[in-house]
C-alpha cells in the first residue's frame, strides 16, 4: 500500500479508533494531531504519519541503501544542508499541556510481560524487537488501566 495513508486511517477507523493522517515531517502537524488525540475521548486515537526516509539528506532521500546506517564522510554534508533548512532558531513549537485532572490515576503493579526470547549477542531484525517491545507496551498499558493509548506508524513506499 505504501504511502496510501488513508487506506491504513480507514482500517483504524473500521477498528473504532478515531485515526488522523499527518505528514510525518511536520512538526506542527504532529502536534496538531497530539492536540487532537487529547481531545478525543473513549476512543484509541491513531496517528498515521507519512514519511519518507533520510527526509532533506542530499542524496539520501528514499534511497534504501542509507536507511539506518552512518553517514561516515557525507555527515557533515548532511548536516551543513540541514542547518540552511532551519528558518528560525529561537522559533518553538510546542504542544499544550493537558490538565492535571486529564490523567487517570497510576500507580505502579509490579508486572511481566512474560520472558524476552532474545539471548545476549545474538542478531536479529530491530523490527522484530520494535514488533516485541509494541506488543508488551500495550498489555502493560491495559494491565495498568489505560484504556486509551497512542499508535504511531510510519509508512514507506518500499
Known amino acids: 500500500m505504501g504511502h496510501e ?3 491504513y486511517r480507514k482500517r483504524f477507523e473500521a477498528f473504532g479508533c478515531h485515526a488522523v493522517t499527518v505528514d510525518g515531517h511536520n512538526i506542527a502537524d504532529i502536534i496538531n494531531a497530539f492536540d487532537t488525540a487529547r481531545d478525543t475521548v473513549r ?3 491513531a496517528i498515521i504519519a507519512k ?3 533520510g527526509k532533506y539528506f542530499p542524496e539520501m532521500e528514499d534511497k534504501d541503501d542509507w536507511h539506518g546506517k552512518p ?3 557525507k555527515a557533515e554534508g548532511v548536516i551543513n544542508h540541514l542547518k540552511t533548512l532551519i528558518k528560525n532558531e529561537e522559533s518553538k513549537i510546542e504542544p499544550t499541556k493537558p490538565d492535571d485532572a486529564t490523567w487517570p490515576e497510576f500507580q505502579f ?3 511481566a510481560t512474560g520472558k524476552l526470547e532474545y539471548k545476549i549477542g545474538e542478531k536479529f531484525a530491530t523490527r522484530k524487537a520494535y514488533g516485541t517491545a509494541l506488543k508488551r507496551l500495550g498489555i502493560f498499558l491495559k494491565y495498568c488501566g489505560f484504556r486509551k493509548y497512542f499508535c504511531i506508524f510510519s509508512i514507506k513506499a518500499n
Open 51 to 53: 514519511t519518507f526516509k
Open 43 to 45: 476512543k484509541p486515537f
Open 5 to 7: 495513508t488513508e487506506v
Open 109 to 111: 503493579k509490579p508486572f
Open 71 to 73: 553517514l561516515g564522510d
